[in-house]
């Protein structure tokens, strides 16, 4: 796992030096939280709130604006995914890390909507490593095998997934890549606070998340969440140079 992070943050940091000389440095910081729902091969059903598969994350970004419109950022998240299918009594839960690279399009670019405006939409869209390693509650509390019930409806479960989950047959790797695709809302509180609003739809490229691998879909999930974001401004030497010859005595 350690060469994707290297990987990562070469390419974020090669490419922000290279645009340094060009323009003044924007760099944003970001901490934040979001919703994972998962979707596979085990889903949840119908007339079931999908709120009881839905699971939180956190996350962690660093962004180099490169230009008015486009950015880069390094995404850590932190987070898990699950789904509870009750009617064919499959469960799983999945602690998962994502590591990547994304490009930012903003839209105050002062071509679609000032800079100076308070609201703005942006999209991205990147390449992230992901790890997983799924478990399933298989055991009651007294670790005795649930017993064989028409649905999990009828069972008293204490939602303790402690079964790894593996397949008899193939032994599938628990880390892959996805591809994130997000849209997102900026509100700038002021001049160095942001608060961004975002929707992240997740393509992986594994269909082994959940442990079943039914059809040719592979597993995809969504998050929406939130984060604050911290602007770093590097000086205009344009601007500081106007005063350079001011007399200070």
């Known amino acids: 796992m350690k060469y994707y992070i290297l990987i990562a943050l070469g390419l974020f940091l090669s490419i922000s030096i290279f645009s340094q000389e060009e323009r ?12 994972n729902s998962f979707k596979g091969d085990i889903n949840y059903n119908e007339g079931i709130s999908p709120l009881t598969s839905t699971r939180s994350s956190f996350l962690f970004n660093i962004e180099k604006r490169l230009t008015n419109t486009i950015g880069l950022q390094l995404d850590i998240t932190k987070g898990t995914l699950s789904v509870n299918d009750v009617i064919n009594n499959k469960n799983f839960e999945s602690e998962i890390l994502k590591i990547g ?33 799924s478990y399933s509650d298989l055991l009651d509390e007294n670790n005795n ?46 001049n160095q606070i942001q608060l961004r609003l975002f929707a992240s739809y997740n393509y992986t490229l594994t269909d ?22 911290y ?14 010859d001011v007399n200070m005595h």
């Not at 308070?118 to 490593?129: H, Q």
């Not at 064989?148 to 402690?162: F, G, P, T």
């Not at 082994?208 to 974001?229: K, R």
């Open 208 to 229: 082994w998340i959940d442990n079943e691998n039914a059809n040719d879909n592979n597993d995809v999930f969504t998050t929406l969440g939130f984060s604050v974001n």
């Open 145 to 190: 095998p649930y017993p064989n019930v028409a649905s999990s409806s009828d069972l008293s479960r204490d939602y303790n997934y402690e079964t790894l989950l593996e397949d008899s047959i193939v032994d599938y790797a628990r880390n892959t890549f996805s591809l994130p695709l997000s849209l997102g809302f900026k509100w700038k509180l002021s």
């Open 24 to 35: 003044a440095e924007i760099l944003t910081i970001g901490i934040g939280s979001g919703l």
């Open 231 to 244: 602007v770093f401004r590097k000086v205009d030497l344009e601007e500081k140079n106007k005063y350079a």
């Open 101 to 133: 690279t994304n490009f930012v399009l903003h839209l105050d670019n002062d071509k679609l909507i000032k800079k100076a405006s308070p609201f703005s939409p942006y999209i991205s869209l990147g390449i992230s490593y992901l790890s997983f390693s």
